[in-house]
């Protein structure tokens, strides 16, 4: 290429074997997919005032915020696209917000006001990244980042250890194997002690991916131009990639309004002029042009490079996107009878599970039927423990009757009521324990049939809500019926009764009754009595737990299935199918995520 061609056709040459590339990479920054896959970029280094932001200037054809002192307060991230068809596009965005206009000359406020969002009024720095997009039919297809330039002291208002701050941040961009570090130093400074250089050299000790400019070359010192040629030639600071030396524009021509395409001329007069410099020119080693040109060589060679590497990243990202796509349900189908026919198919699967669990063919968290067995086991020790107790005051019952009444009565005589006021006493005690047992079974099955709702509605929040509410209600009725139903059987306890023939099978047999004579049947209310209470605690034993099993368990979890079949017979089947909106979201955005993944390995096989 000849140093003589103009500006555009520099850019047209170039735009059609970097555009593909520059592309991929800001699609892959743009979907976010940078952080895991670190992608080139070149990024600008410097001193304060070395012309980082002049050089950037240039090269993007964008007039961006200058001046003395810290001015670039934030990364600035520079997206160049080449468009013939577009006469000049900016979109400018930060921190979720972002800006499209359409005037070149408004860039300076625009950055201005981004840098004064993120990293406050003032002399502050931030880490924030600020993206400045620029499609234009004369720009060349580049992505640079622009820096806060290094500084050695703080000014009024920055914090003291504002230096090691940059330095901070500019080590974070150019530790990044795959960045391509810009080291701008001017002419007019003992370059080889340029502290943006030795920070280069520490992260790239071969110079592979640094590239030098030389900034400033009209405020040499007469004298100096040998040192610099030494410099450029690589003779003194070995970089691979070499140096470039440019000329942009003074404070001077800034101030007089000199336009940007004029400067491109004026930078190569000068060069031509120059007595020294002139050589540069042929030795591709001089203008901003050549820079141009040598960047985006470098930045395709770079991608092209690690493209293998990204295509693997990217199948990877796939792959874990799908897996987590295949983890969460894939919802509800959006065609309204597909969608009546999926709900019939959620609520039967729910209903399933309720019987299952009521038959105990499944376990949730903990086996119930387990549980209600403890339970009931410990119903079944109360009655027990009950016994002996009764056994003491049947014994003092018996006793005080003996003293009160002997000799005052035949022997024989019995008074029946007392001793059947005892029982019913006595039996009555046993409500409250059952009572209590059938409070702690509703409990545990409430709990699992929840469990269960949760479960299997977990995308559905409105559903759950609805199941749970019905499970309460139910509940609720039926444990009122057991409670009925234990009040009544206690009331019926209260007619001390029993079939004979099972009575006598309880009487003990005689010589186990206490020691009396055969006509004092007084002497044999204590075992009579004890014989009783042992039918009483077998019907109870088993008559409870069964009330309770049979409302609680099994008729509830009936109930619960046909309420919820109930639901198939309203017409807001979206309403029912209302998702966890995270839920929702969560998948729309691992469906993009997909998508773009599967556009980016496209475009890498494409390239
Ligand atoms: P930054 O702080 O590194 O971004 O530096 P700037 O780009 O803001 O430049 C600092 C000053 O140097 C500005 O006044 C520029 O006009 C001036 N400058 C930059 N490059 C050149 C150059 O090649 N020649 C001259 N004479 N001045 C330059
Ligand atoms: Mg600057």
Not at 1 to 24: C, N, T, Y
Not at 519 to 547: C, F, H, N, W
Request: charged share 30%.
């Amino acid at each position: 290429m000849s140093h003589d061609d103009g500006p555009r056709m520099f850019q047209d040459q170039l735009a059609e074997k970097v555009r593909p590339f520059i592309d991929l990479v800001d699609d892959m920054r743009s979907i976010g997919i940078d952080k895991e896959l670190p992608l080139p970029t070149i990024v600008v280094v410097g001193d304060q005032s070395s012309g980082k932001s002049s050089v950037l200037e240039t090269l993007s054809g964008v007039a961006l915020p200058r001046g003395t002192g810290i001015v670039t307060r934030c990364p600035l991230l520079l997206q160049l696209c080449n468009d013939r068809t577009v006469k000049w596009e900016a979109v400018i965005s930060y921190g979720g917000k972002f800006n499209e206009f359409d005037d070149p000359s408004e860039v300076v406020r625009y950055v201005e006001q981004a840098q004064n969002a993120l990293a406050g009024k003032g002399v502050g720095i931030c880490e924030d990244l600020i993206t400045l997009k620029i499609t234009s039919s004369t720009v060349c297809d580049l992505s640079l980042i622009d820096l806060p330039g290094i500084t050695r002291v703080a000014v009024k208002g920055q914090p003291d250890d504002i230096g090691a701050q940059i330095k901070n941040l500019i080590s974070k961009f150019i530790k990044n194997k795959r960045t391509i570090i810009l080291v701008v130093v001017p002419c007019n400074v003992d370059i080889a002690t340029t502290e943006a250089l030795k920070m280069a050299q520490e992260v790239d000790p071969e110079g592979t991916r640094t590239l030098a400019i030389l900034t400033k070359p009209d405020l040499i010192d007469p004298g100096a131009e040998k040192n610099v040629l030494e410099i450029v030639h690589n003779k003194v600071i070995i970089l691979n990639m070499g140096y470039v030396i440019v000329k942009c524009r003074g404070q001077k021509q800034i101030d007089e309004n000199m336009s940007i395409t004029h400067a491109i001329e004026e930078e190569l007069e000068f060069f031509r002029n120059h007595e020294h410099f002139r050589s540069l020119l042929h030795e591709e080693k001089a203008t901003t042009k050549c820079l141009a040109n040598k960047l985006s060589n470098a930045l395709v060679k770079h991608i092209k490079k690690s493209l293998p590497k990204m295509s693997k990243k990217i199948k990877e990202q796939l792959g874990e996107v799908k897996h987590l796509l295949s983890q969460i349900e894939s919802g509800p189908p959006l065609e309204p009878a597909e969608k009546r026919k999926y709900l019939i198919q959620v609520i039967t699967d729910f209903n399933d599970q309720i019987t299952q669990l009521s038959k105990g063919d499944i376990i949730v968290e903990e086996n119930l039927f387990e549980l209600m067995r403890k339970e009931f086991t410990e119903w079944m020790e109360c009655l027990k423990n009950a016994k002996s107790h009764y056994h003491e005051v049947v014994q003092q019952v018996v006793d005080e009757y003996d003293q009160k009444h002997r000799g005052s009565e035949l022997p024989g005589f019995t008074n029946y009521r007392v001793f059947q006021h005892v029982v019913q006493k006595l039996v009555a005690e046993l409500k409250n324990p059952a009572m209590m047992t059938l409070q702690k079974i509703r409990d545990m099955v409430q709990k699992q049939f929840n469990h269960l709702s949760r479960e299997s509605f977990k995308n559905y929040p409105y559903l759950h809500q609805v199941s749970k509410k019905k499970i309460e209600t139910i509940q609720e009725n039926q444990s009122t019926i057991v409670k009925e139903r234990i009040v009544e059987q206690f009331q019926m306890e209260m007619q001390v009764y029993t079939q004979d023939e099972i009575f006598n099978k309880h009487i003990p047999k005689e010589g186990e009754t206490a020691a009396g004579s055969d006509k004092d049947t007084r002497s044999k209310y204590p075992g009579l009595l004890k014989a009783y209470y042992e039918i009483v605690v077998q019907r109870l034993a088993d008559q409870v737990p069964m009330l309770i099993r049979y409302f609680i368990l099994k008729q509830s979890a009936k109930i619960v299935c046909s309420e919820m079949l109930d639901l198939l017979h309203r017409d807001d089947t979206d309403n029912i199918l209302q998702e966890d909106s995270e839920i929702g979201q969560y998948r729309a955005k691992l469906l993009a995520q997909a998508d773009r993944l599967i556009l980016a390995n496209d475009k890498i096989s494409s390239l």
